[in-house]
């Protein structure tokens, strides 16, 4: 009875978890990280977003965001800043004008690698904003990418550390064929592109997700999750650091490789089968064990 109950509750586990990686992964329409609804202030943290792809009405299509929370100050930092009531106030002109504008064109502002806006609060007290890229960039840029950088870094250090142990992770690699255009060539179908989502969990429960959508080679999603109740909000999403459609080099030579490598490997991967691999003289000898001679009289 013991032994059936606890396999029930492995089932249930195992079931959470894969319903949370596809919830995760399906969710596309987030909240940016917002400092008035974050769920706590009282744990260091960073958080990164960033998201180059129109997702929804009124859903900023070109913007990067970084959280940090330390000794329950919080620092929130963005490249491609648009206030919401500019953009809600274009689209009403343009509603009462009869003029077309797309909801992708709305938001002006794009990521150029400067961040344009800074807040500051301590627990729910605003302590300082500024919205202007000089001052912005001037007195925190270098703090922005550094941090950025490294946070990337370490959580992709970390995701091919799981992907090295594939069985204890729960690593989890998908192919599908890239739909094609109803008239595609004969070379289009002859080179089929596959798309690659690879998604794992560490042992503190962090999940990892990559994706490359297009099949081109390159990662351009990447996500990674805390289940620790950390939000700001309804569809908050991955509350470490959500990657949506990423169009930049320097992100790309970070994580561009994910999706590839969870299908074929790492280089890390390629050495450690090289040196663990089996000894001809090693399986030969075990064939020889394993089908050996049968002994009669007349021998």
């Known amino acids: 009875m013991k032994a059936h109950a606890k396999?029930?509750?492995i089932v249930i586990i195992a079931a959470t978890f894969f319903l949370a990686f596809e919830l995760l992964s399906k969710e596309r329409v987030l909240e940016i990280i917002n400092l008035e609804k974050l769920s706590h202030y009282d744990e260091d943290r960073v958080a990164y977003q960033r998201i180059e792809k129109h997702v929804g009405f009124f859903k900023d299509n070109s913007i990067e965001v970084l959280l940090v929370i330390?000794?329950?100050?919080?620092?929130?930092?963005?490249?491609?800043?648009?206030r919401m009531s500019d953009v809600k106030r274009k689209r009403y002109i343009k509603d009462v004008t009869r003029e077309y504008i797309s909801d992708e064109d709305l938001w002006v502002n794009k990521i150029n690698g400067k961040p344009d806006f800074i807040k500051t609060a301590y627990r729910?007290?605003?302590?300082?904003?500024?919205?202007?890229?000089?001052?912005?960039?001037?007195?925190?840029?270098?703090?922005y990418r550094s941090v950025r950088d490294n946070l990337l870094v370490r959580h992709v250090e970390k995701f091919r550390h799981l992907m090295k142990n594939r069985g204890e992770s729960q690593l989890q690699v998908t192919r599908k064929p890239v739909s094609l255009p109803i008239y595609a060539s004969e070379e289009q179908r002859k080179n089929q592109k596959f798309s690659i989502t690879a998604r794992a969990k560490a042992m503190d429960e962090t999940l990892y997700y990559c994706e490359d959508a297009d099949g081109d080679g390159v990662t351009e999603t990447f996500w990674v999750h805390r289940g620790d109740?950390?939000?700001?909000?309804?569809?908050?999403?991955?509350?470490?650091?959500f990657i949506y459609n990423n169009q930049e080099k320097e992100i790309e030579t970070i994580i561009g490789k994910l999706a590839n490598e969870s299908v074929h490997g790492s280089v890390d991967e390629e050495k450690m089968l090289i040196?663990?691999?089996?000894?001809?003289?090693?399986?030969?000898?075990m064939i020889e064990w394993l089908a050996p001679m049968d002994k009669y009289f007349s021998d």
């Not at 950390?230 to 908050?236: Q, T």
């Not at 040196?275 to 000898?285: H, L, M």
């Open 229 to 241: 109740g950390f939000n700001w909000g309804y569809k908050s999403g991955p509350n470490v650091i």
């Open 124 to 143: 729910r007290s605003e302590l300082m904003t500024n919205a202007n890229e000089e001052f912005v960039t001037t007195n925190f840029g270098a703090f």
């Open 275 to 285: 040196q663990t691999f089996p000894k001809e003289r090693d399986i030969n000898d």
């Open 7 to 9: 396999t029930v509750v």
């Open 70 to 82: 330390k000794d329950k100050k919080a620092y929130l930092m963005m490249d491609g800043y648009d």
